[in-house]
């Protein structure tokens, strides 16, 4: 199993920023599409961003223009930089390969709340 560790949730306000963080335990980045996903409340885990190994990204409609998606592969990481935050941005966000991997699992997310 390669355990993954989203970080970088937190309150704001609408109209505010946040950057959120992933790493992993294995060295998966390098050859694997990654992607983050959302899940509020009552609601399914939903694609927000992708990030393909040749560095090509998609986005959810909402998202797009706000959300930028990034990796590093050296250090095992993938990033989610997000602006222009709103209420409906709220929920538990988690990273994950794209496609899935079966070995590889779901990390225990990323808390976002966007409030006034």
């Known amino acids: 199993q390669v355990h993954l560790v989203e970080s970088g949730g937190g309150v704001v306000q609408p109209g505010g920023s946040l950057r959120l963080s992933c790493a992993a335990s294995?060295?998966?980045?390098?050859?694997?599409?990654m992607a983050w996903y959302r899940q509020a409340p009552g609601k399914q885990r939903d694609l927000v961003a992708v990030?393909?190994?040749?560095?090509?990204?998609n986005y959810v409609d909402s998202v797009k223009g706000r959300f930028t998606i990034s990796r590093d592969n050296a250090k095992n990481t993938v990033s989610l930089q997000m602006n222009s935050l709103k209420p409906e941005d709220t929920a538990v966000y988690y990273c994950?390969?794209?496609?899935?991997?079966?070995?590889?699992?779901w990390g225990q997310g990323t808390q976002v709340t966007v409030s006034s």
């Open positions: 994950n390969p794209f496609p899935a991997i079966r070995r590889v699992g």
């Open positions: 990030i393909t190994t040749g560095g090509i990204t």
């Open positions: 294995g060295n998966i980045f390098v050859s694997n599409g």
